[in-house]
């Protein structure tokens, strides 16, 4: 069960058809570039959310968002769901919830990690805010999981990116201070002015 929300989205995001409709949703990417930007995406709204969680109130809130808008059912047709209109509207929201003023800098991070354009990196964010939550909600939903248990989840998760060799590329990348958790880089104590300083000079 620990391991069920990060499987469920690798396994899409190992599937080229879903990538290259995710490529033609953003303008047209290179497929390998898709690739890369989405699975530090994913990394990076995991570890917000379990940021998110760690808080009485921001638990309170995310599971509200669970038990509202992003169940799973997301995954009854998700190729439908990524290219059916809406979806980076619905996005904007869970990303600003649990991004708040370091969605730029994310971005950018991600972006330079890819080789991806910023613009597009940042529309692919959206469009997968909603496909990151849905696999939160599917994985809470089949283990009849209570925050603590959604929190445990969470934290598996940066576990198991941390360790797992086709993702080390990308924690390492995020995690700029190596301490062996990228949370406190992407939201937490370094936060904006981290961001900031790594990418205002080019």
Do not use: C, W, Y
Request: charge should be negative; hydrophobic fraction near 40%; aromatic fraction near 2%.
């Amino acid at each position: 069960m620990a391991n069920q929300m990060l499987d469920l989205l690798h396994e899409n995001l190992g599937d080229d058809n879903f990538i290259d409709n995710l490529s033609e949703q953003i303008g047209g990417a290179d497929r390998d570039q898709t690739r890369a930007a989405a699975h530090g995406i994913v990394t990076a709204l995991s570890g917000a959310a379990a940021q998110t969680a760690a808080t009485p109130a921001g638990a309170s809130s995310l599971l509200s968002m669970l038990d509202t808008d992003h169940n799973g059912s997301i995954f009854d047709n998700l190729i439908g769901a990524v290219t059916g209109g809406g979806q980076q509207q619905s996005g904007g929201g869970i990303v600003e919830s649990l991004l708040g003023n370091n969605q730029s800098g994310v971005v950018s991070m991600i972006s330079k990690m890819a080789g991806l354009d910023s613009g597009k990196t940042g529309n692919l964010l959206m469009i997968l805010a909603p496909v990151v939550l849905g696999a939160l909600g599917k994985a809470k939903n089949t283990g009849g999981l209570d925050i603590g248990g959604i929190t445990n989840l969470l934290q598996g998760n940066q576990q198991q990116a941390q360790s797992n060799p086709a993702l080390q590329m990308i924690t390492g990348f995020l995690d700029k201070n190596n301490d062996g958790n990228i949370t406190d880089d992407l939201i937490g104590g370094l936060g904006s002015n981290l961001l900031g300083g790594l990418f205002g000079k080019k």
